[in-house]
């Protein structure tokens, strides 16, 4: 960047006009891209989250036919402890053993009857979980039918601005090899600062080409004159003449 300091004020000017027409291309192919880039984004990040919905409601599915067949084993147990306290129920021997059996009996049938009640609300629920999981699948389908065709899109738009692009990348670094760090850094401040991205604009009609502040006289003299950087008192942009803007 040393040799950059050695170019007149007028060079530098030259310069940035330049590097300010090349951005100003590159930033109307951003515009043909319009939202696209990040509709795709936005898109690839909504597929994702759906894609991790799915995977948590299977799993929850899983879980919930575990439990069922949990269940499913608990009234077979029931069914067995029954089976077994009824041939005991044959050979009692007194009241209190008799109404201990039932007792066992009664508790093995509420069991079995809790067992059902816990099957039957596990298997609602996995129904409902079931239209959750192929709402979600529905939602992925969409999406990536709306991502391929944003894709589709943009791979278009790419394709055909692709060469222009590249020059264009390649105009503007050869632009910012000559402009020394400080100034190229103001450069992209002001850029930055502005959606339309001018930094360097012409003095139309005694005024500023950025925000269209009234220039005195005697600066619109030094402006012409090239000898140094004038940077408008309103908005902060490098001003230069009009002959010096059209020229290039």
């Not at 093995?108 to 009640?117: A, S």
């Not at 005024?207 to 269209?212: E, P, R, S």
């Not at 090239?226 to 010096?244: A, F, M, Y």
């Amino acid at each position: 960047m040393a040799a950059v300091k050695d170019f007149s004020v007028e060079e530098k000017l030259i310069t940035l006009v330049k590097l300010q027409k090349v951005d100003c291309k590159l930033d109307q192919l951003q515009v043909l891209k319009g939202e696209l880039p990040m509709e795709v984004k936005d898109l690839e990040d909504e597929i994702e989250g759906l894609h991790a919905r799915q995977t948590r409601i299977e799993e929850e599915i899983n879980g919930i036919q575990e439990f069922i067949e949990q269940k499913k084993q608990g009234i077979k147990d029931a069914q067995e402890l029954i089976n077994k306290y009824e041939k005991q129920s044959e050979n009692v021997k007194n009241n209190r053993e008799f109404e201990a059996i039932n007792k066992e009996i009664e508790m093995q049938t509420l069991e079995v009857k809790l067992c059902e009640k816990h099957i039957k609300d596990a298997t609602e629920e996995i129904a409902d979980k079931a239209r959750a999981l192929e709402s979600a699948k529905k939602a992925v389908g969409n999406k990536e039918g709306n991502l391929a065709g944003k894709k589709g899109e943009l791979e278009k738009i790419i394709s055909e601005t692709d060469k222009e692009e590249k020059e264009f990348n390649a105009e503007a670094a050869a632009a910012r090899a000559h402009v020394e760090e400080r100034l190229l850094n103001s450069y992209d401040r002001i850029r930055n600062n502005y959606r339309n991205g001018l930094a360097v604009v012409p003095v139309e009609r005694d005024a500023c080409g950025g925000c269209f502040h009234a220039i005195p006289p005697q600066k619109q003299s030094d402006i012409r004159m090239r000898k140094k950087i004038i940077v408008c008192e309103n908005c902060g942009r490098i001003l230069v003449d009009t002959d010096l803007n059209d020229s290039i």
